[in-house]
């Protein structure tokens, strides 16, 4: 009898052993970062050194993989060969951003906010779209408020007041993304 529980405390710990390594494991093993990817993509989109890009596009190609997203990684090959070629713009960058945030809202800090800003940047002015212009505005404004941080709010003024016509308007956006990544 006493074999029979010195065997199953061996058991018991065995398991409790391996369960132990394997949530060291779960928590050591590298899980990307959505929004590393979103500050990367911002800065890469400022950064000239030929090495420090080549170095944050190798690191993006890799964080990438490890997303597993379709949309993500379809967005990521556009936004590649327009690096490549030299070609990028705004939107690029934009529709970057704005793929990584609706396909990954959980791990987005502010994500609706994001996904609201880049639609208002991509459709002020644009008569066409005025009713998706104003739907984004409006929800956009309502949540910077319900946010009710003062740096965001500042920014998001910025952005207002700015109304589409200064030169630093897309800028803003990005420094207005920054922000809510980093609160």
Known sequence: MANWKRVLTWMIAIVFLIALVYGVYQIMKEKPSPSQLMIDA?????TND???RAELITEMDRQITLVKSAGIS???ASLSACIAANSCNQDDYFDFLLMVAVEKPKEVPHAEIIVNAVTSNRYWGNSDKILEFSKAVSDANQ???DLDLRTIRNKWQEIVQCDGKCAQFHNLFFEFIRLLLSV
Do not use: C, N, P, S
């Open 42 to 46: 911002m800065t890469l989109r400022t």
């Open 50 to 52: 030929t090495v420090g």
């Open 74 to 76: 379809a967005q990521w």
């Open 143 to 145: 949540q910077v408020d």
